[in-house]
C-alpha cells in the first residue's frame, strides 16, 4: 500500500515555543492530508483537513492561529503548533489521500509532542 | 451528525480464544464501514473495510460483516494470537465521502 511518513517521530519542547511536524505521502500524490489528535487512550479528533493549495478546513473548537497547516505541495503537509503549552502535548496523525472523493486514506505513523 | 460507537475495553483474552469487538454506527445515507488497527507507538493501519450492505470485509483472520439494520459492523477473530495485541478503532465514511469518523477504540491485551 502507499506511504504516509511523518517526522519527527517524537519531539519534546519548552512551553512557548513552536513545533513544526511534517506529513508527506511517499509515493503518491496526496491531494488531500487530515490532521488528527489523540490523547491518551483515547479516539482520534479530526482537528484539519487541507487540499494542497488550499487553506485548510477546520473543524469546530481548532483553533486556527494556533495550530498552522500548510499543504503547499501534492506530498507535504507541515502542522505547526505555535506557541505550545503543556495541555498541546498529545499524539498527532496525519493522514492522506488522492483526490478523488471515496478514496482510501492512508496514515503516518504519528508524532509525539510533549510540552514541558 | 454521523458517530461510531464501539465497546470500551480493556478487553483481555488468552492465546486461541475467540474476540469479539462490536461497533454500531449512526449515519445518513450508506456509509462506508472500516476497522483500524494501532499497534503501541504508531499510526493507525486499515484492517478491513465494507462498502454496502450485507459485504463482509476480512484480513489477517478477521472479519466483519456490514448490517445496516442493525446499523452494526463488529469484528471478530476465531483464534487470536499475542501479536493481535493493539487498539481497534471502528470508523465510519459519510456518503459524502470526505472524512472518517472514529469510534473510542477498543484496546485488545491476548495474553500467552
Known amino acids: 500500500g502507499a506511504v504516509v511518513s511523518q517526522h519527527p517521530s517524537w519531539v519534546i519542547c519548552k512551553s512557548g515555543t513552536s513545533v513544526k511536524i511534517e506529513c508527506r505521502s511517499l509515493?503518491?500524490?496526496?491531494?488531500?492530508m487530515f490532521w488528527y489528535r489523540q490523547f491518551p487512550k483515547q479516539s482520534l479528533m479530526l482537528m484539519a483537513t487541507s487540499n494542497e493549495g488550499s487553506k485548510a478546513t477546520y473543524e469546530q473548537g481548532v483553533e486556527k492561529d494556533k495550530f498552522l497547516i500548510n499543504h503547499a505541495s501534492l506530498t507535504l503537509s507541515t502542522l505547526t503548533v505555535t506557541s505550545a503549552h503543556p495541555e498541546d502535548s498529545s499524539f498527532y496523525i496525519c493522514?492522506?489521500?488522492?483526490?478523488?472523493?471515496?478514496?482510501?486514506?492512508?496514515f503516518g505513523q504519528g508524532t509525539r509532542l510533549t510540552v514541558v | 451528525g454521523d458517530s461510531v460507537t464501539q465497546m470500551e475495553g480493556p478487553v483481555t483474552l488468552s492465546e486461541e480464544a475467540f474476540l469479539t469487538i462490536n461497533c454500531t454506527y449512526t449515519a445518513t445515507g450508506y456509509p462506508s464501514l472500516f476497522w483500524y488497527v494501532q499497534y503501541p507507538g504508531e499510526g493507525l493501519q486499515l484492517l478491513l473495510k465494507?462498502?454496502?450492505?450485507?459485504d463482509k470485509g476480512s484480513n489477517k483472520g478477521f472479519e466483519a460483516t456490514y448490517r445496516k439494520e442493525t446499523t452494526s459492523f463488529h469484528l471478530e477473530k476465531g483464534s487470536v494470537q499475542v501479536s493481535d495485541s493493539a487498539v481497534y478503532f471502528c470508523a465510519l465514511r459519510g456518503a459524502a465521502g470526505n472524512k472518517l469518523t472514529f469510534g473510542g477504540g477498543t484496546r485488545v491485551l491476548v495474553k500467552p
Open positions: 509515493d503518491f500524490q496526496a491531494t488531500t
Open positions: 493522514s492522506a489521500r488522492t483526490g478523488r472523493v471515496g478514496t482510501e486514506a492512508f
Open positions: 465494507a462498502t454496502k450492505a450485507d
